[in-house]
Every structure is written in C-alpha cells, then in structure tokens.
C-alpha cells in the first residue's frame, strides 16, 4: 500500500515540477475559478454516466486540489491521513473495484470533481480508462466563440447519442460523424450503433494515440471523423492491428492538413504555378506523353450532359481539352455517377483502363473522390469545389462573382422600376458571393435598386411565379443553356409583355480553358513542384476573369454605354485593379465593412453568410430544401 502510494507520489512530483518549469500551475484546474469568466446559462442534471478518466481534469472547487499534481496523482507526504486513505482505498481497488460513483461537474466537454477525488487518482493510478459519476452539466450562454457553438453542437449530438467518449473540434463534424454512420442528430441512435462507436473509436485511439498523438495537434475525435471518411467504421472492428494502422499512415497528410491553419493554399491565377514553355517544351520534361502514349484524363459526371446545364459546361470543356492537345490528351467520360457505390466502381474501372487524371464534377462526390484517392495515391485526383479540405485531392472552381458583378449593372440598368430578379441554386459556399457581387452592382447603376433572391433549390417553391407575382421583369436566371430545351431564361433575361424573352447577358464558364490550365500543369511538370505541393495543406485553383475562364457576354442589342461600362469593368478586373467587393459593404443587417478596409480575402469572399442590404430574401434553411438541395448543403452548405 505505502510502495504504491510512493510510486504514485513519485508520478505527481514529476508532474508538479514540469508543470513549476513551464510557468503553469502545478495542481488540477478548479471550475469555481474558470466560471468567474463564463455567463453561464444553467446547470442540468445529466444522471449517471459512465465517463472516460481522459477527460476527469480538475475539481469544482478548491479543497483538496493542493492535494494533487496536475494530472490526479497524490503529492502529499506519506506519512499523512491523506496517504493513509489513498493506500486503503487502493487495496480496495484491486479487491473489488470502485463500487461508489463520484459527482462530477462536465463543462465544455471536460469533468471536474466534486466528491470523489481520491477514487478518480487511485483509478488514473491503476490505469482504469473509465469511471462512473453522476454527472451535472454546466451550459455556457451560446455565444458566437466556435468552442462555443461546437458544444452546443455536442449538445444535439447527446440528445441522440448520449456517449461522452469522443468530441470533435470543428463546427458540421457531429453531423458528418452521424451520416458517415448512417444516422442523424433527430432519431436516438439504436444500442447497437452506440456500443460498435464506443469499440471503433477504441480500437482507433489505441492506434492513432502509440502512433501519431505526439505528432499532431488533432485530437483523436477529429482523427477518429477523416477515418471514417474514408474507411467503414467496421473496418475497426474487422481488421487486424497492422492493417488499421497502415491506413492511419496513409491518412496522416490528411490529418496534418485539417490541423493546418492555412490549409487550404488559393491559388487565383496560373501565374502562380512554376511556368514553362509551349507544349513541345512540357513534352521535353515529360517524354512519357505522347502521342502513342498519351495522358489519359477521365471525367466523372453525377447526371447526364443532356440533362444537367452544370454537366453539360463540362462536357463541353472536355471536348475542347482534346482538341487543344491534339492526340497528346486523351479523355473519357462516365454519366450518372450518383451513388458511392458507382462512383468507386467507375474510378476502379477508371483506374484499370490506365487513366492518369481522375476529375469529379460535384462536391457532393468528394468524400468518394478522397476514398479513392487515398487508395490509389499514384493517380491525380480533382474535384470540382472550393474551400473543400483534402491533401490528396484538388479542388477547383471559378471566380463567377466577378461576372456576377458585372451582370448586376447590365441588369440594373435594364430595369425601369428598381426591381431585378435572381435566381440562385444551392446555398453553397461561393453562391453566396454570387449574390453580393450581382447586388452591388446592380446597386452602383441604380442605388435604388431591389433584387429579389429566389432558390431553385428550396422544395414548393415555382420562382419564375414569385417574380411575376412582384412584377418582376428582368431577372438573372440559371448560368448556363439546357442543352435539351431550347430557351433563352439563362442568364441576364427580360421577360417581354407578350410572353417572348429578350436576351441581355451572360456568364461564360469556360470550362476547356479551366482543364487546359490544369492538364498544361501536370504536362510541364509543375503539378508537384516543391514549392506548391505541401505535406500539410490542401489547393483549391480559383481562377477567374484574369485566367480567361470567366467571362461575360452582352446582348449587341444593350445601348453603347452599357457594353462600354462592362468592357471598363472586365479591363479592370482581369487587371486586378478593381474588385465587386472593394469599399465599404452593408449587409442586411448593417455595415460589414467599413471604408478604406483592406480588400477581403478569397477566404472571407468564398465562406460569406451574409446577404447585400439591397437583397429582398433570406438562405434557406436546410429543412427547406430538395434532396439535391439537402445533398449539396451538406458537403458546403452555409444554410443553418
């Protein structure tokens, strides 16, 4: 009993005089003190639960904690009652276990002890990895600091699951975690599914923890969420040790990427990658393409050109791409990739027939596009989204608010009555900045404007009625042609009143001038350039009107300063001289940015959540949308 109390003591005392050298208080962190900071909102009685020690950290108040180093093992002589009992309580653990629960106070996702505090060091002593405590919730007021709205997201997550043995770091993961389980934040979660969790998740920790913990600065949960990305959680039930680890190994880029605090790398213009010479010049550096050995591209489309607009601008620049490389570019496509199972069949078959490149057209084939990719790190993957986290893979998407922009003024400037209507798709991260471009513009022609927002997305809802309805002519309608229904709604249109439209202006998604970028960089040997390719980050290409795959084209019926305005405003764009979001901006909340604020960043302009003053309409709610919709906003959704 004394030997195990001074080999304990011994542990505390190691732990107090690091703690001592580090500057930080050598005792357990008592909850009285941190709560004199923090409004809190209430205290709830969550019952009897049975809690990992991990997270046992500290005491409600300061009694006894002089009693113990930072880390729960005893530091007082052993000559005092306190060893006494410690020792006692020790012989009665490994007689028979801790019988009595302590009372334990959980904020934020870590415990602190009321009664109990000998049990829970004699318990970390030993090495036990959980204990029981009736457990009472401390609940901070929701604030918008991102600790904060993560644990009231563990919250809903323990509605449905109550299990306190991972937590996640990052705003969306809980919902991530319930789909990739094939459950929801609503339903309670089967015992079943909670007793497999806890298992998978120890099994991984134990692995993850030997491997990786003293390497990276994610916690185990948020390691625990990208395997499960890639890999079914009854891999960690089924596979041996070695194999499970094998697979950490792989993903270790993408967990260096996720804790990365740049880790996402914009890249906004081909200027920015190492540059080369003409195509005879990239061929020199890589004479394995060729002709008769030509870099084979596959393209994997979620519908069918003839029926998607989004497809069909694709399908478009593929068909460009090999006129462009004449011979030296080979490409295929696969349609109607919509479920993971095809998706991963279609990149086996992809992989198979000797494809080199492997382009995903949807963000909503993402996680299918990392799954494969980590499985076949020899192959280029891409995936068509942006601000989408992934080392193995790259994303790419188009600055369309710079042709937002511009089509706002030539919309604005059509409408005689201050009213413009838009129609936007997906509430996805860029739309947004869609919308704002297209309102400010239409704002600097006509400081008197409305434009009134509908979704194509939103479920029951017929918005060429609604625009009508508010006598709504002009309107920005879908960005591209149905390639199976000849009519002109795309773009800038006015709907004239004996029925007929007039075309205005549109945007051009140049789609074979994006791949050509794209392919030319892997052509020329810049693809892995040291200087762009990093261990611990993702890139997503961004380019714009400067990279001439975006572009707007006007109606040569626009009166000739309308087309002068939007030449000047092209010039100055490409140029980088001007920019939709430049000065100062008002939400319909109020002034986002003040005059004279730096310009914002591709970081602030990709993830805005805020509407234009000028803009008549909200984002819907995720409940509101169509499966497609639904879909969407769960990979990049900004919808609450």
Same mark, same amino acid.
């Given at each position: *009993? ?46 009897? $639960? ?49 019988? +009595? ?22 318990? &970390? ?72 969790? &806890? ?29 499960? %990305? ?93 006129? $462009? ?5 080979? %490409? ?22 000797? +494809?080199?490149?492997?382009?995903? %057209?949807?963000?909503?084939? *993402?996680?299918? %596009? ?33 042709? &937002? ?13 201050? &009213? ?48 009508? $309805? ?54 020329? +040997? ?58 100062? *901006? ?36 995720? +409940? ?17």
């Amino acid at each position: *009993m004394i030997d195990d109390y001074s080999n304990a003591r011994r542990q505390g005392m190691r732990e107090y005089r690091r703690d001592l050298a580090a500057g930080r208080s050598p005792y357990p962190p008592v909850l009285d003190d941190i709560l004199k900071n923090v409004e809190v909102l209430a205290e709830v009685p969550v019952g009897l $639960k049975e809690i990992p020690l991990r997270y046992v950290i500290g005491t409600r108040t300061a009694g006894r904690t002089t009693a113990f180093s930072s880390g729960f093992m005893p530091i007082l002589q052993e000559k005092t009652e306190f060893a006494s009992k410690w020792g006692s309580l020790y012989d009665s653990q490994l007689e028979e276990g801790i019988r +009595d629960p302590i009372k334990a106070y959980e904020f934020m996702n870590r415990f602190f002890v009321l009664e109990g505090n000998k049990r829970v060091s004699v318990s &970390k002593y030993v090495g036990v990895s959980s204990i029981m405590a009736d457990v009472t919730r401390v609940v901070p007021k929701l604030s918008d600091a991102k600790p904060v709205k993560v644990y009231y997201e563990f919250l809903e997550f323990f509605k449905v699951a109550p299990i306190y043995e991972f937590f996640f770091s990052e705003e969306g993961y809980y919902e991530r975690f319930a789909e990739a389980l094939g459950q929801n934040l609503q339903d309670p979660w089967p015992d079943d599914v909670l007793e497999t969790v &806890k298992a998978a998740f120890a099994e991984f920790e134990k692995i993850y923890e030997s491997k990786h913990a003293d390497k990276s600065d994610m916690t185990s949960g948020d390691a625990f969420l990208i395997y499960l %990305t890639v890999y079914p959680v009854q891999t960690l039930m089924e596979d041996s040790s070695s194999v499970i680890s094998a697979r950490i190994d792989r993903l270790w880029k993408e967990f260096r990427t996720q804790t990365n605090t740049e880790h996402i790398a914009v890249i906004e213009a081909p200027e920015q990658l190492p540059q080369s010479g003409s195509i005879l010049d990239a061929l020199k550096l890589l004479p394995a393409y060729s002709r008769t050995r030509p870099l084979q591209v596959a393209f994997l489309y979620d519908k069918n050109p003839e029926v998607s607009r989004w497809i069909y601008g694709h399908e478009l620049g593929r068909n460009a791409l090999e006129e $462009k490389f004449e011979g030296i570019v080979k %490409t295929e496509r696969f349609d109607d990739c919509q479920s993971s199972e095809a998706i991963m069949e279609t990149i086996d078959k992809a992989v198979a027939g000797g +494809d080199d490149v492997i382009i995903t %057209t949807s963000p909503t084939m *993402m996680s299918d %596009t990392l799954r494969a990719a980590i499985h076949y790190p020899q192959i280029k993957f891409l995936n068509c989204s942006i601000d989408l986290a992934a080392n193995a893979v790259r994303t790419y998407y188009g600055r369309m608010h710079e042709a &937002k922009f511009i089509m706002g003024a030539v919309a604005a400037q059509a409408a005689h009555d201050h &009213k413009v209507g838009y129609l936007a798709d997906y509430p996805i991260k860029g739309v947004i900045a869609n919308i704002n471009a297209f309102a400010i513009g239409a704002g600097m022609v006509d400081p008197q404007v409305k434009v009134y927002l509908q979704w194509s997305s939103q479920k029951d809802v017929d918005w060429k009625a609604a625009f009508l $309805k508010e006598g709504i002519r002009v309107i920005s309608g879908p960005d591209l042609i149905m390639p199976a229904i000849a009519s002109r709604e795309y773009g800038i249109f006015e709907l004239e009143e004996d029925g007929s439209v007039r075309s205005l202006a549109a945007p051009v998604w140049d789609w074979g001038k994006y791949y050509e970028l794209i392919i030319r960089s892997i052509l020329n +040997d810049s693809w892995e350039a040291k200087d762009i390719e990093k261990e611990s980050r993702a890139l997503n290409y961004w380019y714009g009107m400067s990279s001439g795959v975006i572009d707007v084209i006007v109606s040569e019926h626009l009166p000739y300063h309308t087309r002068n305005l939007v030449a000047a405003v092209k010039h100055g764009i490409a140029s980088g001289s001007f920019n939709p979001f430049d000065g100062e *901006m008002h939400s319909q909340e109020g002034i986002v940015r003040e005059a004279g604020s730096p310009r914002p960043t591709s970081e602030e302009i990709i993830n805005m959540k805020w509407l234009n003053e000028n803009v008549v309409g909200r984002i819907p709610k995720g +409940d509101e949308l169509s499966d497609s919709g639904k879909s969407a906003a769960k990979v990049s959704g900004v919808c609450q």
